[in-house]
Every structure is written in structure tokens, then in C-alpha cells.
């Protein structure tokens, strides 16, 4: 089954970011950092299709929850 | 409702944190340890007898981990193994210990350095590890064919890149490799500890001083046109130069000697120079030497349906967060082939490690040029004669005797 996920959209909070670099590594595609203080740079807020389950796995692994996803099937894994 | 004993009950029944190894596989947690860890959170006996928590379930450890009502101050925190010279309790960070300090102080320092550790800054390295990691094997292979693995390979290959990063001269290692021995050592008193401590000190601040008036293109000079004072860049310099120098050695040598025990594994690895990256992360989960990880609460907090309360140590098992059965099935098996994403051996939370980028662009070209330049590498020693590091804070192997079968030169 095949879930509506084009709505999948990130929001990051620079503040909470700890700049360990989980996202850039796990999604460089969708996740940079900055070079000054090496905090998160969302590149891609609504992802492409194919980038989007690196997204979701970015997001769970970050360690300061710095990233959060919305999406109608926020729930569905 | 939350399971909480009474405190007398607690008391009477609470286990020590086991350490003992030797009884087992070298590259498992002690026995006793894994025995604990059939509930993710539960009472432990401190040094000092007090009665506060391990945490060995994945999900508790990274919820204690990610949370700021846990503090990292170690004044606030019992210890769970006795330390000679510690007996009134753990002194506060020093100026620029940026692992001992909670926020705001803690976010100031980090944001210092974060942009010097990301994961692109830490690519573009890659090549200089390349070229690193080539002359120490050209020096091991020259002298060969034995060596200590530990002292030919894994120490000096870190070091060398640390000290490029940071501006420290490799030349002057003798005045603080041995210091940063010492403040790892946790059979060394606290005297010889502070005393190594200071001279780490003493001999980076003269390094901020030299840099301050010339600078040089390096990460220490750079941070000296911050508003950070002398003793502040040698308390951060001090931190940098021992974590570079001690942990990704141990995970170098310690991961030879699990890959070396684990045939089908190294040939997988062999077969694939591809799999390193992955290979690197199973590594990380299965092998953990960053621990434990201690943490003060400092309020009530509930964890895996336990309260926590106010004061109370807890100690966040790494090693066992990182074989949980419900997150890594089969957790005692090291499988390259598996995604060990989501463990926990860089910690999680504001403090997760600073340098876990730069020490996996380490590993990741170091393990797989180790095994193409010595295809035939295998232990000069029978297994269980391999000397561990079980009384250190980074786990690993003191020495790793190895050996090689040399090329014929053609004459
Ligand atoms: C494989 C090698 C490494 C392992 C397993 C490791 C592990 C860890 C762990 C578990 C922590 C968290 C401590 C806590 O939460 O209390 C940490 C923090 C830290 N690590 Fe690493 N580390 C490694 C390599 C490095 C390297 C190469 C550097 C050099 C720059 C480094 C610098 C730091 C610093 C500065 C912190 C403190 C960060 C903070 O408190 O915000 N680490 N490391
Ligand atoms: S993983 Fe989280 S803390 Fe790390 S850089 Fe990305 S957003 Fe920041």
C-alpha cells in the first residue's frame, strides 16, 4: 500500500541542534550543515519521494529531536 | 504505576556494576552485566553507597541520554566504581571541559566547535587520512614482519590527524601522550591524575600563548580570535587533544582484534572495500569502549516506567544499551551485513561525540587499508593472551601482538 507521502514536511529548530551531524550524514541530500557552527541547513523542506525515508531515519536519530516531521501519515512507519 | 522500591529494599538488594571480562569473550560486556539487563532500568550501588539506577534497556539509555533534566555536571554525580582520592566526591569540570558542563555553558563551547567537525569539513580529510595511514604501514611493514598492532597503527594514525587538526606538534608527543594515558587510567589515583591533568594544561596553554602571537593555520589558532581566554582554549584544546588521542586508537586495535577473531567477517570485509562504512557502524555497536556514560538527575524524571528522583545517579550502559535484543537482534553477533544504525556509542543528546565524523573517516580508510596491505595479518599470540584494557574508561587492547607473511623480493 502505497501512503501519500508527497505531503512529508520537515521543519528543523537550529536552536535545539547539537551540530553532530546525523542528518548530514544519514540524508546529505535533504540535511547540511553550516560551516560557522556546523548547525542543521534543511536543503530539501519537502523532500523528494526518494529522499524521504532517509529523512524520516534522520530525523529519528538525531540526537537533540531537532528535526520533526509532518505529514497526514506521520504515524505509519 | 511506577515500580519503585522502598529505599531500604533498594539498598539490600542492589547490585555493583560489574566490570569483570575475563571470565568470557573479550569483545562481550562481563557476564554479570548482561545478567542486569533483563529490566532497560534498575537500581545500582554506588562507590559511595549510594542507591541510584543502570540503565541497560536502548530505548531507556537514549531517553536518559536525550534529556536535559539529566546533568552532565560530575559534582552532581556519584561514581560507580571506587576511585582512589575521590572519597568526598567528584570535583566540577575544569575551565573548558566542555563534557562536564550542562547548558548554557556547554552550548557556548559546542558552538565553537561543531563547524569545525562536520561532516563535510571532516570528508574533505579523507585524503590527508589516506596518506597517514599509507606511511605508518609503510613504517610497520619495513620493520616488520611482527608488530604491535596498538603502537605501529592504531595510536599513532588518530594521533597524527588530531594533532594536524588541532596544531599540536607530533614531535613533542612524549610531553602529553603519557599525560593522557594517565587521565584514562582508572587504576591511577587522583593525585596522578591531576598532576597529568595539569601538565596537559599547562603545555596546551603555552601552545594558545605561541599561537595568539603567531598564528598558524590550525584549529587552536583559529579559536584564539574568539572571546574564549588562554585557560579556556587549553582546558578545550586539552579535552580535544586526549579524546583524539584515545578513543578511535582503542576502536583501530580492538576492532582488528575482534575482525582477526571473526574470519567469515574480515572476508566479508576483504571481499567488499565498499561494506567499510557499514562495517565501521557494527563495529562502533558491537564493540562500545566509550563506557559508561553517567548522568545526575536533577529533578524526579520517569524512565521506562520508573521514577527517577531528584539527585539520583544514573549510569547509561553503553555497552548493553548497544546488545539490546529488541533493537539489534542477535546483538551478540558482529555482522558487518547489519544496519547498526541508531547505536548508541557516541552517546545521544546535546553531548553526543564532538569528533564522531572525523573518527569515522578515520576508520573507514584505516581498517580497510590495514587488511590490503597485509593480507595475511593474523595474532602473534594465542587469543586469550591479548592484554585488555578492562581498568580504563575507553575500553580496548593494551597491546596486540601481530604477525604477516613478508613478500619474497625478487632479487
Ligand atoms: C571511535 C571513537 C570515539 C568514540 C567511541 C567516542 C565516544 C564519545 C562519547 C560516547 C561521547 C559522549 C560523552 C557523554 O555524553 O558524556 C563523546 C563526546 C565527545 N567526544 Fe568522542 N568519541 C570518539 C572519537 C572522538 C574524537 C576523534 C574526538 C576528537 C575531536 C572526540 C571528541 C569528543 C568531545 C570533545 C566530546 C564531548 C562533547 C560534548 O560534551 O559536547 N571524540 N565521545
Ligand atoms: S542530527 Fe540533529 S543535532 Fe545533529 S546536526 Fe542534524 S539537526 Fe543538528
Known sequence: ?77 | MPYEPTAAEAAESAPTLPTDRRSGCPFDPPAELTALADRPLRRLRYADGHVGWLATGHAAARAVLADPRFSSRYELMHSPIPMAGLEEGLPPAQTGDIIGLDAPEHTRYRRLLTGRFTVRRMRQLTERVQELTAECLDAMEQAGPTADLVTAFAQPVPALMICELLGVPYAERERFQSRVATLFDQTADEQAKGEAYTGLLLYVRELVVAKRAEPTDDLLSDLTTTDLTDEELAGIGGVLLAAGLDTTANMLALGTYALLSNPDQLDALRADPGLAGQAVEELLRYLSVADPIPRAALEDVEVAGVLVKAGETVTVSVQAADRDPDKFPDPDRLDLHRSATGHLAFGHGAHQCLGQQLARVEMTVAFPALFARFPTLRLAVPPEEVPLRDRANIYGVISLPVTWEQEEVAP
Open chain 1, 1 to 77: 500500500m502505497s501512503a501519500p507521502q508527497d505531503s512529508l514536511r520537515l521543519h528543523v529548530d537550529r536552536d535545539r541542534c547539537a551540530g553532530a551531524g546525523m542528518c548530514a550524514l544519514t540524508a546529505p541530500e535533504v540535511f547540511d550543515q553550516d560551516d560557522e557552527e556546523g548547525l542543521v541547513l534543511l536543503r530539501q523542506p519537502t523532500p523528494r519521494p526518494e529522499h524521504q525515508a532517509a529523512a524520516r531515519l534522520a530525523a529519528g536519530l538525531c540526537p537533540a529531536g531537532a528535526i520533526t516531521v509532518n505529514s497526514p501519515d506521520a504515524t505509519a512507519s
